[in-house]
């Protein structure tokens, strides 16, 4: 995957590592510790730094899972003294049996159930982001990325 992804109002950054103390580990705190952002998360916001590092094993790329992705979303239009992230997107193979079971119509035919990689993607916005169409556009340059990196 690209290692940048920009749109006409966003640039994505490819996280592969965000080592606590790291920028990209503040940018993760800062969105994972939100309780706004992660009202829908099955987790729940992290209360502490351990818990973000935690969460943050089960969706960066690992040697055990090098086929997620994820891009930390910014907002290049805000002021350089201000934070320029605003959110997350991530995609990541889904394990039978790990997460919560996809409803009948949603999972694969079982002729193609063998060769057939079951993605997750998610995303969660910084709530000062909400309501601005950023989830829809970072989204598109991801898809658009996978599309174009397709076979590769």
């Excluded at 993760?28 to 935690?54: C, I, M, N, Y």
């Excluded at 943050?56 to 002021?79: E, G, K, N, T, V």
């Excluded at 889904?94 to 694969?108: D, I, M, N, S, T």
Aim: hydrophobic share 40%; net charge negative; proline share 10%.
């Amino acid at each position: 995957m690209d290692p940048v992804l920009t749109t006409p109002r966003l640039k994505l950054t490819l996280l592969t590592h965000a080592e606590k103390g790291s920028e990209e580990f503040s940018w993760l705190h800062q969105l994972r510790s939100d309780k706004q952002a992660q009202f829908w998360s099955l987790h729940g916001p992290s209360a502490t730094v351990q818990d973000t590092e935690k969460a943050a094993q089960h969706f960066l790329p690992s040697a055990s899972h090098p086929l997620r992705i994820a891009y930390a979303i910014h907002d290049p239009s805000l002021p350089c003294d201000q934070s320029q992230f605003i959110g997350l997107i991530t995609l990541h193979p889904l394990v039978p049996g790990a997460f919560l079971p996809l409803p009948a119509h949603l999972a694969p035919p079982p002729e193609n159930k063998e060769g057939t990689l079951v993605t997750e993607l998610a995303y969660a916005l910084l709530p000062a982001a909400w309501g601005k169409g950023f989830a829809t556009e970072a989204l598109g340059a991801v898809l658009d990325a996978l599309e174009a990196n397709a076979g590769n």
